[in-house]
């Protein structure tokens, strides 16, 4: 930690817009002045973006336009000026083919938001999966001072007095209900019971992963993550944070003072320890790419191979959100890491203090929901990442969301071209396969699906569902929802529609995986191996126009974050000049 605070009082960013007497300033000013702002605001103050996510069809972040008030008490009680800015919001559970396909363009019309408007700092009000990232890369790009505040996850969901994660009891029911253990009446039925509060999913999803990692990065203030959407503390943090932003301005914190390489290590751990969502792997790797952090797929296997997970929430455990907060959330998380020497204490967090100082007091209050590292959940939990010749460039897979008996396993595989070959044949009973085999999805990674959706977890075939098994080992260049469970190898690199190895896989072929030892082989010549991927071509249409198009042409693999390659890297926040 050498962060050493800029002096104060100074000229601000803003002050190019607000400060003088020009006919330009006259505009700018004037302009503001019709929302009845008092000349004294201009005066040299920090003017903070809030940021918000905030869309009726977003619903996870449908509760922000509150949030966003306390946000603003916050910054005036701190003599800034708060300027609340809506931005691009993609909802996980709404956006077509896939949020993630937008995560990049909302990235890149955030940054120049931020560049292109008058603001000294920023309030990230995220919360749904890619909102999050989104705006940590915009924000990584610019360098603008910025302090992330989630909306918090839902309340526990239950149905006939058991607990119902989001997104983790869909899977359930869904394949329940495949196998004739529940009628679809029931799982109507359960729908209501799902989502019964404002707020994120409330299991350790990827919405709660990604606040977790703001939080171990240090860009959100110490127990952020957990408090639920409706809780009282979730405002009372977000005037916290509308007051720290202020200072954050006067001190000059940026972004790349706090996510460091360290910091990014730090979060890494905390992923495995938690039992994140493998989303988290393409999010920090995208948002190190902006800062200029030099992060690898590598760094995440090294830093996170020997964290237990001890975080006993669904899809890895059995709680959910609401028991995490009340057993001390994410801090009590981090002081755990720091005992056990995963931790590095010094990194800097938004408050100004390191992370050690934020989270060595806490009490852990559940030791059932936040095992002790000597009785975790799965000794081995971060992210497994696998290499052979169907993953030259790099595989990941969950191990607490896998089945220990598949973690070494050798199968057949019964292949899917892509998504709609999935679907038109899974159900069909004459499918060729059984619980030994190996799924194995094509054409759904970043070019393909295009987008990479999170349809890597897909549903095992009614027939081996019928007979009790709820799990096989199933590969893929796509993602998984961070809800979701099961053996399934994800975002294989390269991709399927670049012409990886994966591309070439048929019905048939022998594959191994060997997660203990990072392996995952397609089990044909070399010479075999070379021959199919000389004679491979592209199999299906590219975008002509339109986003689709950019991203198609521009999106790196997801061994490296799935970023447009002419995003990465830190542009700063440069105040441009005037066009009147
Ligand atoms: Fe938005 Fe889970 S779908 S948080």
Redesign the pocket.
């Known amino acids: 930690m050498s962060f050493k605070p800029a002096s104060w009082p100074r000229r601000l960013r803003s002050q190019e817009w607000y400060g003088g007497t020009s006919r330009d300033t006259i505009y700018h000013r004037g302009w503001m002045k019709n929302q009845g702002y008092p000349h004294d605001l201009f005066d040299g103050r920090p003017v903070i973006g809030i940021l918000n996510t905030w869309s009726d069809l977003?619903?996870?972040n449908g509760h922000l336009r509150e949030i966003a008030e306390k946000v603003k008490a916050g910054i005036w009680e701190a003599g800034g000026f708060p300027v609340e800015v809506p931005v691009f919001s993609a909802?996980?559970?709404t956006f077509r083919p896939t949020a993630m396909m937008f995560r990049n363009l909302a990235a890149l019309s955030i940054e120049e938001q931020m560049r292109g408007q008058p603001i000294d700092g920023a309030v990230l009000l995220v919360?749904?999966?890619k909102t999050t990232p989104s705006l940590l890369m915009a924000a990584a790009s610019t360098d603008l001072p910025s302090i992330v505040v989630t909306g918090g996850p839902m309340l526990n969901g239950y149905f006939r007095g058991e607990r119902v994660g989001?997104?983790t009891h869909l899977w359930k029911f869904s394949e329940a209900v495949k196998a004739g253990e529940m009628t679809q009446a029931e799982f109507l039925e359960a729908e209501a019971s799902m989502s019964r509060s404002s707020g994120?999913?409330n299991t350790m999803?990827?919405?709660s992963t990604m606040a977790s990692m703001a939080e171990a990065l240090g860009m959100a203030l110490s127990g952020n993550a957990a408090i639920p959407a409706v809780d009282s503390r979730r405002r009372v943090i977000a005037q916290l944070s509308g007051r720290r932003i202020v200072e954050m301005v006067k001190d000059d914190l940026k972004p790349s003072d706090v996510m460091t390489k360290r910091a990014f290590e730090n979060a890494i751990r905390t992923n495995g320890a938690i039992g994140g969502s493998t989303n988290a792997v393409l999010h920090l790797l995208a948002i190190a790419g902006r800062v200029g952090v030099d992060l690898t797929l590598d760094d995440w296997d090294r830093c996170g191979r020997d964290v237990p997970t001890i975080v006993n929430l669904m899809p890895s455990g059995e709680y959910l959100m609401e028991e995490f907060f009340y057993a001390g959330g994410l801090p009590v998380v981090l002081k755990r890491l720091g005992e056990a020497g995963l931790l590095h204490k010094d990194a800097l967090t938004v408050s100004g203090a390191t992370i050690w100082d934020e989270v060595r007091e806490v009490q852990n209050h559940n030791d059932d929901v936040i095992r002790p590292l000597e009785r975790p959940l799965t000794p081995q939990g971060g992210i497994a990442v696998l290499r052979g010749n169907l993953a030259p460039n790099g595989a990941v897979l969950k191990p607490s969301a896998a089945s220990e008996h598949l973690m070494v396993h050798r199968g057949r595989a019964v292949v899917f071209e892509d998504i709609d070959d999935y679907k038109a044949r899974i159900d069909d009973d004459a499918l060729d396969i059984d619980e030994t085999c190996v799924m194995v999805l094509k054409n759904c990674g970043p070019k393909g699906y295009p987008g990479m959706s999170e349809v890597g977890n897909m549903g095992l075939p009614p027939k081996v569902l019928k007979q009790g098994i709820t799990d096989m080992v199933r590969i893929s260049d796509a993602r998984m929802s961070g809800?979701a469970y099961g053996t399934v190898v994800l975002h294989t690199a390269p991709e399927a529609a670049v012409g990886g190895p994966l591309a070439v896989v048929r019905d048939g072929d022998m594959i191994e995986l060997d997660v203990p030892n990072r392996r995952l082989h397609l089990d044909i010549s070399d010479a075999e191996l070379a021959a199919r991927l000389a004679g491979w071509a592209p199999s299906h249409e590219r975008p002509a126009s339109g986003y689709a198009w950019l991203h198609q042409q521009h999106v790196e693999g997801a061994d490296t974050g799935a970023d447009l390659d002419f995003l990465r890297g830190c542009r700063g926040a440069p105040v441009g000049k005037d066009s009147h």
């Open positions: 977003t619903p996870c909802s996980e559970n919360g749904c999966d989001s997104g994120t999913c999803g990827t919405a809800t």
